[in-house]
């Protein structure tokens, strides 16, 4: 085999190739089904609930700190995720783009918070109007 340079440093092809582990690396990055299914679950429910209470769906995703108002929304998106969609932590931390554990301490916090009444009503009517959107695939 001829050997080629790249930026002068030589390379000789090799002989073999080893297809059966190339293809197994290639299937190691690609997502599960249950992992598409919640991305795309999370995301109609950012939608949701940055419309319900009026905060951009991009503060929602944003991998950064937010304000403490804005991680509250978010933390009842998540819970939401968890209770209405009964999806697991690890699900819903792929489709938030964050650590299960986050998503676990997030649910904590809205459960903690459901102790006051108004909190509690608003997080109520979170999760009806996401079980509504939702009624074929929660129900199905």
Not at 88 to 102: A, C, Q
């Amino acid at each position: 085999m001829k050997s080629f340079a790249i930026k002068e440093k030589w390379f000789q092809p090799k002989d073999s190739f080893e297809w059966e582990a190339f293809l197994n690396n290639i299937g190691e990055t690609r997502l599960s089904r249950s992992q598409e299914r919640a991305i795309e679950l999370c995301g109609n429910i950012i939608e949701i609930i940055s419309a319900l209470f009026n905060v951009p769906s991009r503060e929602l995703r944003s991998p950064h700190r937010s304000s403490q108002s804005i991680t509250q929304v978010r933390q009842i998106a998540m819970y939401v995720a968890h209770v209405v969609m009964r999806l697991s932590m690890k699900e819903v931390g792929i489709g938030f783009d964050r650590d299960r554990t986050t998503v676990l301490y997030a649910c904590q916090q809205v459960e903690d918070l459901r102790d006051d009444l108004e909190f509690d009503q608003m997080v109520a009517r979170a999760e009806r109007v996401t079980a509504a959107a939702f009624y074929s695939k929660v129900e199905g």
